[in-house]
């Protein structure tokens, strides 16, 4: 005879998994930020990326005080979903000091990135290859009428 786990029991489950993987992420960044302290992109696994091309879209952005929260939002995706598609972008803002955390999506193509951007509200997005930002504003007027708000 199989015991069914309560919904209690799976949510304590699922809560301590969070905290374990919070507490992972934030040693990662903690690592990488003394060897990158404006920025980098750290894979579902913890692995600082550094991708030959490609585009790093923000799809939701966080404060690093509030990592147990974004890492909550994206559970699904970190425990049960494609680990390769989560990644998280830390970024310092040089006017204010102020470190940001976003689940970002990669892609390789600057259409798709651009039109996500705009999706999702992004000011700017970041190329890989030439390690710089991309003011998505530069490429709204082309972009809009292909997207569908």
């Given amino acids: 005879m199989t015991d069914k786990l309560s919904t209690t029991q799976i949510q304590d489950f699922i809560s301590r998994q969070t905290r374990a993987q919070a507490n992972h992420f934030r040693a990662a960044f903690l690592r990488a930020q ?24 923000g799809i939701r952005s966080t ?8 890492i909550r939002e994206n559970f699904n995706v970190v425990t049960c979903g494609n680990l390769s598609t989560l990644h998280f972008g830390f970024w310092r803002d040089a ?16 259409g798709e990135a651009i039109e996500t951007a705009v999706r999702y509200g992004q000011k700017a997005i970041w190329d890989f290859a030439n390690k710089k930002e991309v003011n998505v504003a530069d490429y709204r007027n082309e972009i809009a009428a292909r997207v569908r708000f």
């Fill in 95 to 110: 006017s204010t000091g102020e470190t940001f955390i976003d689940a970002v999506e990669v892609y390789d193509g600057i």
């Fill in 34 to 57: 003394r060897i990158r302290p404006d920025g980098f992109t750290i894979d579902s696994l913890g692995n600082v990326r550094d991708y030959p091309g490609g585009f790093a879209v």
């Fill in 63 to 70: 404060s690093y005080a509030d990592i147990d929260e974004l």
